[in-house]
Nanobody, 117 residues
């Protein structure tokens, strides 16, 4: 059984910063792609950032230059450093990972990020 557990969400004022963490545990041989998604009320879930096992990263245009995704393969953990936060960044943030054996997709339970004016 594999679990992804997120932490680090909360309430912050516009212009502030937060760091999200997502730790994978259980029967893990290796973790391939790791991603952060978010879903705001009334909107579809969208990809925020992704990082390959080797470290190659990609970002949504809306967060490029403000958010940084990183990972610690030894700890099976992915991070999302968010700076210069805007009210439109308010959403539930979900961690996603492709985990072997089998390169299966797993999701975290979500963590709320709220950015006030």
């Amino acid at each position: 059984q594999v679990q992804l557990v997120e932490s680090g969400g909360g309430l912050v004022q516009a212009g502030g910063s937060l760091r999200l963490s997502c730790a994978a545990s259980g029967s893990i041989f290796s973790i391939n792609a790791m991603r952060w998604y978010r879903q705001a009320p009334g909107k579809q879930r969208e990809l925020v950032a992704s990082i390959a096992r080797g470290g190659l990263t990609n970002y949504a245009d809306s967060v490029e230059g403000r958010f940084t995704i990183s990972r610690d393969n030894a700890k099976n953990t992915v991070y999302l450093q968010m700076t210069s936060l805007k009210p439109e960044d308010t959403a539930v943030y979900y961690c996603y990972a492709e985990i072997s054996a089998g390169n299966r997709p797993y999701w975290g339970q979500g963590t709320q990020v709220t950015v006030s004016e």
